[in-house]
């Protein structure tokens, strides 16, 4: 059973920083892309970042609202990828979940094959 697990939301005030993290199980973790997406009250699901599977060079994406503000790793030893969120906005305040693709552009939704259930990131002016 492949399981996607989300940990590190929370409240923070602009400006600040979080770290969130996605462990994996029941997949083989270097063989997938990884996405994290995010979805505010009464909004789409919206791309935020993705990384590459091992064997593409780990080739990361971004969305243009995040570059330069936050940074997505992956560990394989771990079957964990990591979102580093600096420089928060309230604007930046929703469900952030993690997907797990095997083929397809990363940047759309649809193409993802396992999703976490996500964790809530809430930035206060």
């Known amino acids: 059973q492949v399981q996607l697990v989300e940990s590190g939301g929370g409240l923070v005030q602009a400006g600040g920083s979080l770290r969130l993290s996605c462990v994996t199980s029941?997949?083989?973790?270097?063989?997938?892309?990884m996405g994290w997406f995010r979805q505010a009250p009464g909004k789409e699901r919206e791309f935020v970042a993705a990384i590459s599977w091992l064997g593409n060079g780990d080739n990361t994406y971004y969305a243009n609202s995040v570059k330069g503000r936050f940074t997505i790793s992956r560990d394989n030893a771990k079957n964990t990828v990591y979102l580093q969120m600096n420089s928060l906005k309230p604007e930046d305040t929703a469900v952030y979940s993690c997907?797990?693709?095997?083929?397809?552009?990363?940047?759309?939704?649809?193409?993802?094959?396992?999703w976490g259930q996500g964790t809530q990131v809430t930035v206060s002016s």
């Open positions: 029941g997949l083989t973790f270097s063989w997938y892309g």
């Open positions: 997907g797990a693709v095997r083929d397809g552009n990363y940047y759309y939704p649809a193409n993802y094959e396992y």
